[in-house]
Nanobody, 115 residues
Framework: QVQLVESGGGLVQPGGSLRLACAASRSIFSINAMGWHRQAPGKERELVARITNGGSTNYADSVKGRFTISRDNAKNMVYLQMNSLKPEDTAVYYC?????????WGQGTQVTVSS
């Protein structure tokens, strides 16, 4: 098991940007896939973006062209750069291991997009 801690959330105006970070408690070199998920109030948790060790990425249609996921295995970090944020991006964002089956989860970081 690996512990994950997210940071970087906050309040931002529509059109703004945020960069989320996920710090792992141990090396993520052996973890093939890492991803970001989100859950808005009253909605189910959904996959936002995921990345493999080889750099392959996959995004939800709703964030394509606006969000970019990256990972730094040397620092045991995963990032989510979010640009052109919209009110509908408001949610708690979670970092998790895995591509289709998700293992470890972080505690989440709140992102609120509002004017």
């Amino acid at each position: 098991q690996v512990q994950l801690v997210e940071s970087g959330g906050g309040l931002v105006q529509p059109g703004g940007s945020l960069r989320l970070a996920c710090a792992a408690s141990r090396s993520i070199f052996s973890i093939n896939a890492m991803g970001w998920h989100r859950q808005a109030p009253g909605k189910e948790r959904e996959l936002v973006a995921r990345i493999t060790n080889g750099g392959s990425t996959n995004y939800a249609d709703s964030v394509k062209g606006r969000f970019t996921i990256s990972r730094d295995n040397a620092k045991n970090m995963v990032y989510l750069q979010m640009n052109s944020l919209k009110p509908e991006d408001t949610a708690v964002y979670y970092c998790a291991t895995g591509w289709n089956i998700f293992g470890s989860w972080g505690q989440g970081t709140q992102v609120t997009v509002s004017s």
